[in-house]
């Protein structure tokens, strides 16, 4: 009797808790705390300022876009499970990003702020690319390659906060948007794409 009644209750719990850590922990956040930590390391203030240039066109517009899109009934919430839906954003998220990587360039922006908008450009196409035929994951994507660029520029310790990837990816699982193998691919790809790309073009 008191298994019965406490295995619900649990699931519950279990379930409330990947809620809170798949919306603490979206591409949004990484996107933002990737930016103004490396923009820091570079140059203090000055790579603040770049950091929030890039993050206007990283983060901000593609949720004020995701956003309109949800109150237009567009699509069900912010993380847009549904493949096609998916595609729109993703492809809109693709142009935003590269129009600030444009403006970066043309106000002279540090070369490793350039490169760290760019390494998020390619990585989410790469995921463009896979999205159609299979649900990868970005959370999992987003926050690999978070982690990566930030152990490139603070030390082989950040890679501690993998256990954080690892959390997101049971929580992408725990609420069923995504297989084990869609997370644990998204976590492959973003890394390494990431990561290749960051140290290519820093």
Same mark, same amino acid.
Request: net charge positive; charged share 10%; glycine share 8%.
């Given at each position: ?7 619900? $209750? ?31 390391? $570079? ?60 403006? &970066? ?33 970005? $959370? ?18 950040? &890679?501690?906060?993998?256990? &954080? ?12 948007? $995504?297989?084990?193998?869609?997370? &644990? ?18």
């Amino acid at each position: 009797m008191t298994t019965t009644i406490t295995r619900p $209750h649990e699931s519950r719990n279990e379930s409330r808790a990947a809620r809170l850590i798949t919306d603490g922990l979206d591409p949004k956040t990484w996107i933002i705390a990737d930016t103004l930590l490396i923009g820091w390391h $570079h140059s203090r203030l000055a790579g603040i300022g770049w950091a929030l240039l890039g993050c206007l066109f990283a983060a901000v517009i593609p949720l004020a876009f995701i956003t309109y899109g949800i109150r237009r009934g567009r699509w069900a919430d912010r993380h847009v499970g549904q493949r096609q839906q998916r595609i729109i954003v993703m492809a809109f998220i693709i142009a935003s990003v590269a129009t600030g990587i444009l403006l &970066l360039w043309a106000f002279g922006a540090p070369r490793t702020m350039i490169a760290l908008i760019a390494a998020m450009l390619v990585t989410l196409a790469a995921l463009l690319v896979v999205t159609p035929a299979w649900k990868i994951s970005v $959370h999992a994507a987003v926050s690999s390659g978070s982690v990566a660029m930030l152990a490139m520029t603070y030390g082989p310790w950040v &890679l501690l906060a993998y256990l &954080l990837v690892a959390v997101v990816s049971w929580s992408r699982v725990e609420l069923r948007d $995504h297989t084990l193998a869609q997370v &644990l691919a998204g976590a492959a790809v973003g890394g390494a794409v990431a990561a290749g790309t960051f140290a290519l073009a820093r």
